[in-house]
């Protein structure tokens, strides 16, 4: 742990984000910083296990974040096309706003058992690396493609900021980067299913 006072600790500028813009994302430099043994946290050069211990759980939060996300999106959407007037109707009314948002529900409701399933094994302390990567993986990319979806339900007002519809599409394209990119997850996932022959 190294305060921030400490010397050789610098902060560099805020950087500009496309979503998450309430969280503070900033460069921090350390240049010839010492450290004394008593802010270790943890065991000396063990740090690599310790952050990879953790890493099951962090792609849990992942994916119950995304879960949580698309779920809300769905219901903003619900309640707009009841509202939102079109050619006479609703836009509630028409059979692809009807047929689109059954879709979503119904890949949301399978996705929620899988979520919830990991949640209880995490709590057993029985959460491998290969359950963590596919709740996020597949849950973070349904995620995006439900809020795809559902600002394209929304119109043009979906691309208002002001509708919370278009910040939660923006914040959402971090989930399939942060706690190991999608590419990383399906790394993992191969390597449980497809090991490589230790001979060769």
């Given at each position: 742990?190294?305060?921030?006072?400490?010397?050789?600790?610098?902060?560099?500028?805020?950087?500009?984000?496309?979503?998450?813009?309430?969280?503070?994302?900033?460069?921090i430099?350390?240049?010839?910083?010492?450290v004394?043994?008593?802010?270790?946290?943890?065991?000396?050069?063990?740090?690599?296990?310790?952050?990879?211990?953790?890493?099951?759980?962090?792609?849990?939060?992942?994916?119950?974040?995304?879960?949580?996300i698309?779920?809300?999106?769905?219901?903003?959407?619900?309640?707009?096309?009841?509202?939102?007037?079109?050619?006479?109707?609703?836009?509630?009314?028409?059979?692809?706003?009807?047929?689109?948002?059954?879709?979503?529900?119904?890949q949301?409701?399978?996705?929620?058992?899988?979520?919830?399933?990991?949640?209880?094994?995490?709590?057993?302390?029985?959460?491998?690396?290969?359950?963590?990567?596919?709740?996020?993986?597949?849950c973070?990319?349904?995620?995006?493609?439900?809020?795809?979806?559902?600002?394209?339900?929304?119109?043009?007002?979906?691309?208002?900021?002001?509708?919370?519809i278009?910040?939660?599409?923006?914040?959402?394209?971090?989930?399939?980067?942060?706690?190991?990119?999608?590419?990383?997850?399906?790394?993992?996932?191969?390597?449980?299913?497809?090991?490589?022959?230790?001979?060769?």
């Amino acid at each position: 742990m190294v305060e921030a006072d400490r010397a050789g600790f610098s902060r560099g500028k805020k950087l500009k984000k496309i979503g998450l813009k309430a969280q503070d994302t900033a460069e921090i430099f350390l240049e010839d910083v010492r450290v004394p043994a008593s802010n270790l946290i943890g065991e000396e050069n063990r740090g690599f296990y310790q952050m990879m211990k953790e890493l099951a759980q962090e792609r849990l939060v992942q994916a119950v974040r995304g879960q949580t996300i698309l779920e809300t999106a769905i219901e903003w959407t619900k309640d707009y096309v009841r509202e939102r007037p079109l050619f006479g109707r609703t836009v509630a009314d028409f059979q692809n706003t009807r047929f689109k948002l059954a879709e979503m529900h119904a890949q949301a409701s399978v996705m929620r058992v899988y979520v919830d399933r990991c949640i209880a094994a995490h709590m057993a302390g029985e959460l491998d690396a290969t359950e963590a990567a596919i709740a996020k993986m597949t849950c973070v990319e349904l995620q995006g493609k439900v809020l795809d979806e559902c600002l394209q339900l929304h119109g043009g007002w979906g691309y208002i900021w002001e509708y919370p519809i278009a910040r939660a599409y923006a914040d959402a394209r971090i989930a399939r980067i942060a706690g190991g990119s999608i590419e990383v997850m399906k790394q993992i996932i191969s390597n449980s299913i497809l090991p490589k022959d230790k001979r060769s």
